[in-house]
């Protein structure tokens, strides 16, 4: 492909093929991403989408316009040049000529549409010329119209053409200010005009009864059942340059308008009902390009836009007249107010649609990545990979069923349930029918959720922190370890193992064990029946008899034993020194029919390169629980930040909450339940999830707080009072867990806990005189408090040492008690410079009379630190 493009288009009976024209007309088929990695032996001619070139068009360059036909024998387009010369080719070495029409007045092709009730029919339009006809309709299996009757508007211009659905009935945007509706279903023809300056991109709605048109900033709405008014008349900010129905939608409309790498989309609703001549619209632009090329000089505007004539919401974009990309809509929302369920956000379709031939032809894991192509969230690391089927919103993690029931009546019925409300296990999730993969994901923040703390194995391995004291904390010996294989696999690849406190630490909150506890875990997967995930575990631990075994033994439970009997036949049979070169060569073409992605990690594990287990870590049917432990165990420091990095970014711009395994709370997280929520409307989820999880400051970001009100909104709709009182008093706990509390605090010196709190809960004395108050030892760990450095007793132990020896009579047990009794008697206090102290009361009474420290061999003056006058003390009591 050289040179720029000026346009592209699917062919309607062909939606694997589509054409682009520029410099050159070209033709392509769309395949897999699989196919086109088997095959190509070059570069792609088209980078951003997975297509092979198949022919061109040599006899027409510079094509002023160009229409794909209805035909469904073969793919074939109209081309009309600058000159008015109008080609049909069907991209065969063949020419006939009587497939070229010439006018009789030389000037250029403006526009041209072919009929949709009868493939053979086009339409043409032409400049102005004041001695010839501006529209000629040409049946190209009659040959070249000569027929007075084929001719219209002589002496007027052509600027824009298209044909009603529902009858042959061609409409005109003609001389800049008439729009003409030709009825050619008698022999003599009759029209119908419109006065109107938006004359521009004519387009008939997929249920024929709407028309729109546009003049640069105004697209005007008709009712083509009664035309003489316009429906609606809607503004924008830049002028229009495309409009175009999506044809799997009778109410999306679409413009692409100048400079702007946004897709204005307009959704047309009737009031009433779809004959209703009162109509609304909601607008919205998205950009199909990922994140990080929005402020980018990348791709600058969007020149072209092609509707797929089947797949739902799927369309061609030509961006900067040079890259042609394949996009699918982000699932929209619309508004619908039920004396029921009175939710506002509902789904307009369900996410899944049939894939294309193409598509289907290719196989696919079944627990793919959830993908998006939300641009506000998208951030792929790759254009290519985002454009190449990665772009949809047909989320594997979310089941089927679920989108295809009414989701608002399934919120609903789990609110009943107390869904999110306590602690999950696996009877809740029975009880509450939850998907797989919501039951893995509130498992896994389960196992992240400790000291009140969702705990992101981000920071838990020291990823990202600096020099900070976190940082400090959380780094630590790493020490690698050489594994030997098991007999009989004579294996040349070094396997080095790296361990380290964090790590250990992060594969136990990953849900893997070490040593004596692997064996019981492995029997806890093999009794839930997962049984290629613990054959897995084992194969990573070196365990590879062991894998047999449970292979062998799950083989004789099956209904269909085939996959896990070969594949207990080739483990036990494995020679890496021997087979792996044979089955590295084999495992990309294994992998497509081995359905179960834990096997196929099994073999990509045994058939590694060296050091290379890039294969094992995007084997995305695996969780990302033991993807990540596997990380943690086998990769380096270097290549363990990077992955968890790429697979948080991959997660917030598909919206998978297992995310959260490694971002905790945070603002990633935070972005995280934003993509999902974006992408699932799943509204319930996301504000439990940030309740129950979500405890810090993170819980007063707006989004969350967003999130609860709605949620609480929908719970009033419904009239779930004391639901929504109990979710009230559980956000009321957090928010009164989550205020300041004490921040300077006495801990004790062997496990550092507090034992402020120990000394200031202990019962008030009932008799003052003869009470002691007995705390001399940590209430944590029992170890003993350290001694007053005047009464010689442990701390937290009080005595009555203020009264005289019988002098002061019933005064000086009033003093004594007295000062008992106030808390600040017993407080520990301690000099800044020599570290001794000890009760306040005593230190108070020494330094009246004293400068230096009670403490015999310390000469620190202690009270001359302070630079209290000694006639300023005053007594506590």
Same mark, same amino acid.
């Given at each position: 492909?050289?040179?720029?493009?000026?346009?592209?288009?699917?062919?309607?009976?062909?939606?694997?093929?589509?054409?682009?024209?520029?410099?050159?007309?070209?033709?392509?088929?769309?395949?897999?991403?699989?196919?086109?990695?088997?095959?190509?032996?070059?570069?792609?001619?088209?980078?951003?989408?997975?297509?092979?070139? /198949?022919?061109?068009?040599?006899?027409?360059?510079?094509?002023?316009?160009?229409?794909?036909? &209805?035909?469904?024998?073969?793919?074939? #387009?109209?081309?009309?040049?600058?000159?008015?010369?109008?080609?049909?080719?069907?991209?065969?070495?063949?020419?006939?000529?009587?497939?070229?029409?010439?006018?009789?007045?030389?000037?250029?092709?403006?526009?041209? @549409?072919?009929?949709?009730?009868?493939?053979?029919?086009?339409? #043409?339009?032409?400049?102005?010329?004041?001695?010839?006809?501006?529209?000629?309709?040409?049946?190209?299996?009659?040959?070249?119209?000569?027929?007075?009757?084929?001719?219209?508007?002589?002496?007027?211009?052509?600027?824009?053409?298209?044909?009603?659905?529902?009858?042959?009935?061609?409409?005109?945007?003609?001389?800049?200010? /008439?729009?003409?509706?030709?009825?050619?279903?008698?022999?003599?023809?009759?029209?119908?005009?419109?006065?109107?300056?938006?004359?521009? $991109?004519? %387009?008939?709605?997929?249920?024929?009864?709407?028309?729109?048109?546009?003049?640069?900033?105004?697209?005007?709405?008709?009712?083509?059942? %009664?035309?003489?008014?316009?429906?609606?008349?809607?503004?924008?900010?830049?002028?229009?340059?495309?409009?175009?129905?999506?044809?799997?939608?009778?109410?999306?409309?679409?413009?692409?308008?100048?400079?702007?790498? *946004?897709?204005?989309?307009?959704?047309?609703?009737?009031?009433?009902?779809?004959?209703?001549?009162?109509?609304?619209?909601?607008?919205?632009?998205?950009?199909?390009?990922?994140?990080?090329?929005?402020?980018?000089?990348?791709?600058?505007?969007?020149?072209?836009?092609?509707?797929?004539?089947?797949?739902?919401? !799927?369309?061609?974009?030509?961006?900067? %007249?040079?890259?042609?990309?394949?996009?699918?809509?982000?699932?929209?929302?619309?508004?619908?107010?039920?004396?029921?369920?009175?939710?506002?956000?509902?789904?307009?379709?369900?996410?899944?649609?049939?894939?294309?031939? %193409?598509?289907?032809?290719?196989?696919?894991?079944?627990?793919?990545?959830?993908?998006?192509?939300?641009?506000?969230?998208?951030?792929?690391?790759?254009?290519?990979?985002?454009?190449?089927?990665?772009?949809?919103?047909?989320?594997?993690?979310?089941?089927?069923?679920?989108?295809?029931?009414?989701?608002?009546?399934?919120?609903?019925?789990?609110?009943?349930?107390?869904?999110?409300?306590?602690?999950?296990?696996?009877?809740?999730?029975?009880?509450?029918?939850?998907?797989?993969?919501?039951?893995?994901?509130?498992?896994? /923040?389960?196992?992240?959720?400790?000291?009140? !703390?969702?705990?992101?194995?981000?920071?838990?391995? $020291?990823? +990202?922190?600096?020099?900070?004291?976190?940082?400090?904390?959380?780094?630590?010996?790493?020490?690698?370890?050489?594994?030997?294989?098991?007999?009989?696999?004579?294996?040349?690849?070094?396997?080095?193992?790296?361990?380290?406190?964090?790590?250990?630490?992060?594969?136990?909150?990953?849900?893997? *064990?070490?040593?004596?506890?692997?064996?019981?875990?492995?029997?806890?997967? *093999?009794?839930?029946?997962?049984?290629?995930? @613990?054959?897995?575990?084992?194969?990573?631990?070196?365990?590879?008899?062991?894998?047999? +075994?449970?292979?062998?033994?799950?083989?004789?439970?099956?209904?269909?034993?085939?996959?896990?009997?070969?594949?207990?036949?080739?483990?036990?049979?494995?020679?890496?020194?021997?087979?792996?070169?044979?089955?590295?060569?084999?495992?990309?073409?294994?992998?497509?029919?081995?359905?179960?992605?834990?096997?196929?990690? #099994?073999?990509?594990?045994?058939?590694?390169?060296?050091?290379?287990?890039?294969?094992?870590?995007?084997?995305?049917?695996?969780?990302?629980?033991?993807?990540?432990?596997?990380?943690?165990? &086998?990769?380096?420091?270097?290549?363990?930040?990077?992955?968890?990095?790429?697979?948080?970014?991959?997660?917030?711009?598909?919206?998978?909450?297992?995310?959260?395994?490694?971002?905790?709370?945070?603002?990633?997280?935070?972005?995280?339940?934003?993509?999902?929520?974006?992408?699932?409307?799943?509204?319930?989820?996301?504000?439990?999830?940030?309740?129950?999880?979500?405890?810090?400051?993170?819980?007063?970001?707006?989004?969350?707080? &967003?999130?609860?009100?709605? *949620?609480?909104?929908?719970?009033?709709?419904?009239?779930?009072?004391?639901?929504?009182?109990? /979710?009230?008093?559980?956000?009321?706990?957090?928010?009164?867990?989550?205020?300041?509390?004490?921040?300077?605090?006495?801990?004790?010196?062997?496990?550092?806990?507090?034992?402020?709190?120990?000394?200031?809960?202990?019962?008030?004395?009932?008799?003052?005189?003869?009470?002691?108050?007995?705390?001399?030892?940590?209430?944590?760990?029992?170890?003993?408090?350290?001694?007053?450095?005047?009464?010689?007793?442990?701390? $937290?132990?009080?005595?009555?040492?203020?009264?005289?020896?019988?002098?002061?009579?019933?005064?000086?047990?009033?003093?004594?008690?007295?000062?008992?009794?106030?808390?600040?008697?017993?407080?520990?206090?301690?000099?800044?410079?020599?570290?001794?102290?000890?009760?306040?009361?005593?230190?108070?009474?020494?330094?009246?009379?004293?400068?230096?420290?009670?403490?015999?061999?310390?000469?620190?003056?202690?009270?001359?630190?302070?630079?209290?006058?000694?006639?300023?003390?005053?007594?506590?009591?």
């Amino acid at each position: 492909m050289s040179g720029n493009i000026h346009g592209i288009s699917w062919f309607p009976n062909f939606p694997d093929k589509f054409v682009s024209w520029g410099q050159e007309i070209n033709l392509y088929e769309v395949r897999s991403k699989e196919e086109i990695q088997q095959t190509q032996q070059q570069k792609s001619r088209l980078p951003y989408i997975p297509c092979n070139y /198949l022919s061109n068009e040599s006899r027409y360059q510079y094509a002023r316009c160009v229409a794909a036909s &209805y035909h469904s024998d073969q793919p074939i #387009i109209a081309v009309g040049l600058a000159d008015g010369k109008i080609g049909i080719c069907n991209f065969r070495d063949t020419f006939d000529s009587s497939w070229e029409y010439t006018p009789r007045q030389q000037r250029m092709c403006t526009c041209l @549409a072919w009929n949709e009730l009868d493939a053979n029919i086009l339409a #043409i339009g032409h400049d102005k010329h004041r001695s010839d006809s501006c529209i000629t309709i040409w049946d190209i299996e009659r040959g070249v119209p000569k027929e007075t009757a084929n001719f219209f508007g002589l002496s007027e211009s052509a600027n824009s053409l298209c044909w009603d659905h529902n009858h042959r009935v061609l409409i005109a945007g003609m001389s800049q200010n /008439l729009i003409k509706l030709f009825d050619l279903r008698q022999s003599n023809a009759t029209c119908q005009s419109i006065k109107t300056k938006a004359v521009q $991109g004519l %387009a008939v709605a997929p249920n024929g009864n709407y028309l729109c048109s546009y003049v640069d900033s105004m697209i005007m709405l008709w009712d083509l059942r %009664a035309i003489e008014r316009p429906l609606r008349q809607i503004s924008s900010s830049r002028n229009h340059m495309q409009l175009a129905w999506c044809p799997t939608r009778t109410s999306l409309l679409s413009s692409l308008q100048r400079d702007s790498p *946004y897709i204005t989309l307009y959704d047309i609703r009737s009031v009433d009902n779809e004959s209703s001549r009162e109509v609304y619209h909601v607008k919205r632009q998205i950009s199909p390009f990922p994140a990080k090329y929005q402020h980018s000089s990348k791709f600058a505007a969007l020149n072209g836009l092609s509707w797929h004539p089947r797949d739902f919401e !799927r369309m061609l974009l030509l961006a900067d %007249a040079l890259n042609i990309l394949d996009f699918r809509l982000p699932a929209s929302l619309h508004t619908a107010y039920s004396n029921r369920h009175k939710l506002p956000l509902l789904m307009q379709r369900p996410l899944y649609t049939a894939p294309s031939p %193409a598509i289907a032809a290719a196989p696919a894991s079944p627990s793919a990545p959830p993908t998006s192509s939300c641009s506000t969230h998208s951030t792929g690391s790759s254009l290519t990979d985002y454009q190449m089927g990665q772009n949809s919103l047909s989320f594997d993690f979310l089941e089927r069923e679920l989108l295809e029931e009414d989701l608002v009546e399934e919120t609903r019925q789990r609110a009943l349930q107390d869904y999110g409300m306590n602690k999950p296990d696996n009877k809740r999730f029975a009880e509450l029918q939850l998907t797989p993969y919501l039951r893995n994901v509130w498992t896994t /923040l389960g196992n992240v959720f400790c000291e009140e !703390r969702l705990t992101g194995l981000k920071s838990t391995l $020291g990823i +990202n922190l600096g020099h900070t004291s976190e940082a400090l904390m959380a780094s630590s010996r790493i020490e690698s370890q050489l594994l030997q294989w098991p007999d009989g696999i004579n294996n040349s690849n070094k396997l080095v193992c790296y361990r380290s406190e964090q790590r250990d630490l992060a594969l136990q909150l990953c849900g893997w *064990y070490f040593d004596q506890e692997l064996d019981r875990f492995i029997e806890q997967l *093999y009794a839930n029946k997962e049984f290629s995930r @613990a054959a897995m575990i084992c194969v990573f631990h070196l365990k590879v008899l062991s894998a047999c +075994n449970i292979l062998s033994q799950a083989a004789d439970m099956m209904r269909d034993p085939s996959m896990y009997r070969i594949t207990a036949i080739a483990l036990s049979s494995f020679n890496a020194d021997r087979c792996s070169s044979t089955w590295r060569n084999q495992r990309s073409t294994a992998n497509m029919q081995i359905q179960d992605p834990h096997l196929r990690a #099994i073999f990509s594990f045994l058939t590694m390169e060296k050091d290379n287990f890039d294969a094992v870590l995007k084997e995305e049917g695996v969780s990302l629980a033991d993807r990540v432990a596997f990380a943690c165990k &086998y990769l380096s420091e270097t290549k363990l930040a990077d992955y968890i990095k790429q697979r948080i970014q991959r997660a917030i711009e598909c919206g998978d909450l297992n995310g959260l395994l490694l971002t905790g709370e945070s603002l990633d997280g935070i972005n995280i339940l934003q993509s999902y929520m974006d992408a699932s409307f799943d509204v319930q989820t996301v504000a439990l999830v940030a309740i129950n999880y979500f405890r810090n400051e993170h819980f007063t970001d707006n989004r969350i707080q &967003y999130w609860i009100a709605s *949620y609480l909104d929908y719970l009033n709709s419904w009239e779930l009072w004391e639901k929504r009182a109990e /979710l009230d008093i559980k956000i009321e706990n957090i928010r009164a867990s989550s205020r300041s509390s004490r921040t300077v605090y006495l801990s004790c010196n062997f496990c550092g806990k507090s034992v402020s709190n120990a000394l200031l809960d202990e019962p008030r004395p009932r008799s003052t005189s003869t009470s002691t108050n007995r705390l001399s030892s940590c209430p944590s760990c029992r170890k003993p408090l350290p001694r007053c450095s005047l009464c010689l007793m442990h701390m $937290g132990t009080m005595i009555n040492t203020s009264g005289g020896s019988g002098g002061a009579g019933d005064a000086s047990t009033d003093q004594a008690g007295g000062w008992q009794l106030k808390p600040f008697a017993k407080w520990f206090s301690w000099c800044q410079t020599c570290r001794h102290g000890g009760h306040t009361e005593h230190i108070m009474q020494w330094f009246k009379q004293n400068s230096e420290c009670p403490v015999s061999s310390c000469n620190c003056r202690c009270f001359d630190m302070d630079g209290t006058k000694l006639n300023a003390l005053r007594d506590i009591s």
